[in-house]
Every structure is written in structure tokens, then in C-alpha cells.
T-cell receptor, first 110, second 114 residues
Framework: KQEVTQIPAALSVPEGENLVLNCSFT??????LQWFRQDPGKGLTSLLL?????REQTSGRLNASLDKSSGRSTLYIAASQPGDSATYLC?????????FGAGTTVTVRA | GAGVSQSPSNKVTEKGKDVELRCDPI?????LYWYRQRLGQGLEFLIY????????KSGLPSDRFSAERTGESVSTLTIQRTQQEDSAVYLC????????????FGEGSWLTVV
């Protein structure tokens, strides 16, 4: 059974600092990995999808890397803003389902 | 529609009552998922539909839970004889067929059983 772990569970940084969020998974036979954002009381917003054949994916200030062989992904958010405050979830797809981590809750202080 | 649409957005029900939650996926998306997220916990897979194939119901927690999908469109998740532990947000998601596609989630239906 796929196990997904996200560290740290919570993170508080001052505005402008870069964010580094970590995700690890136990079974490297995945199709892809997806990063989501969840705001309080809201659903999930897809941020980035990185295929198993890719090493990284970028969208604006967001960059996700994937090292499938070691079972790790990292989400980098450059120049953080208060609006980046949310919970970030990592999910891996090794069949048609997604297996989720518990998330990292980020607070960006103005 | 532009995104995955779920209704109701909020539901408060008495213990023992039945509830129905509805999901309208993105047009053209043949894959549809239901997940549950209890307060402070991670997402649990409930059920998966793909086109006209038999659904994967392996995540349904008990026989009080059931789901249907009409063709490749609307899905309904039904919880019978609700219990307090059913209180959670129920999230629906959809995607195009194929394992390389992005999965998109709705805003969720927040269920409180009192």
C-alpha cells in the first residue's frame, strides 16, 4: 500500500521568503504526482502535475521536482506572499486512484 | 460547466437520516471519484467510476454508503442512517480517461450529523 508523507506538518515564514515543501512516498512505481492547495473550508485546487518521466514542472512562482527512484518530491514557492497561506497536499498516482499525504499548512506573515 | 460542481455545499442532518450528495463533473470527463476528508485528517478514497465500467467501491466504509453515476455525467453519493462519525467534507473529482491526466476537485459538500 502506498504511503505518502509530508514534512513539515506546518510552516510559518515571513513574506518574501522562499518556501520548500517536502513529500515522500514508499512505492516508486507511480504514474505521476500532483500538488494541490486547499484553503480553509474549500476544496482542492490543482497546482502542478508532474509525470513520472519528468524531473520537474514549473508554473509561475511554483516549481515541483520529482525523484521517483528515491520516492521524493519537493514543491518550491518563490518569494512567498500572504496569499500563499494555505494547506498544500501532495498526491501520488500509482493506479487510477490518488494517495494523499496529510499536508503542510503554510502561514506567510506580512 | 467550468469546474466540478457539488451540492449541497453544506448539510446538517439528524443522526439516523439519509442524505444524498450530488456531483456534476467537468464536461467530457469520464473518470469520477469521491473522497472523504474528516476534520484534521487526510483524504480517504471512497469510490471510482470510469465510463461504463464497473465502479471500484473498495473505499466505501460500510454498506450504509452507496454511489451511482448516470452514464458519464452526474453522480450521487448516498449515506443511509447517518452516524456522527460520517461528519466530514465529501469531495468529488473528475478527470479525462487515462492515467496521465490532471484530476480536478470540486468545492466539497460539508456534512454535519447532529
Amino acid at each position: 500500500k502506498q504511503e505518502v508523507t509530508q514534512i513539515p506538518a506546518a510552516l510559518s515564514v515571513p513574506e518574501g521568503e522562499n518556501l520548500v515543501l517536502n513529500c515522500s512516498f514508499t512505492d516508486s512505481a507511480i504514474y505521476n504526482l500532483q500538488w494541490f492547495r486547499q484553503d480553509p473550508g474549500k476544496g482542492l485546487t490543482s497546482l502542478l502535475l508532474i509525470q513520472s518521466s519528468q524531473r520537474e514542472q514549473t508554473s509561475g512562482r511554483l516549481n515541483a521536482s520529482l525523484d521517483k527512484s528515491s520516492g521524493r518530491s519537493t514543491l518550491y514557492i518563490a518569494a512567498s506572499q500572504p496569499g500563499d497561506s494555505a494547506t498544500y497536499l501532495c498526491a501520488v498516482r500509482d493506479d487510477y486512484k490518488l494517495s494523499f499525504g496529510a499536508g503542510t499548512t503554510v502561514t506567510v506573515r506580512a | 460547466g467550468a469546474g466540478v460542481s457539488q451540492s449541497p455545499s453544506n448539510k446538517v442532518t439528524e443522526k439516523g437520516k439519509d442524505v444524498e450528495l450530488r456531483c456534476d463533473p467537468i464536461s467530457g470527463h469520464t473518470a469520477l471519484y469521491w473522497y472523504r476528508q474528516r476534520l484534521g485528517q487526510g483524504l480517504e478514497f471512497l469510490i471510482y467510476f470510469q465510463g461504463n465500467s464497473a465502479p471500484d467501491k473498495s473505499g466505501l466504509p460500510s454498506d450504509r454508503f452507496s454511489a451511482e453515476r448516470t452514464g458519464e455525467s452526474v453522480s450521487t453519493l448516498t449515506i443511509q442512517r447517518t452516524q456522527q462519525e460520517d461528519s466530514a467534507v465529501y469531495l468529488c473529482a473528475s478527470s479525462l480517461a487515462g492515467l496521465g491526466n490532471t484530476i480536478y476537485f470540486g468545492e466539497g459538500s460539508w456534512l454535519t450529523v447532529v
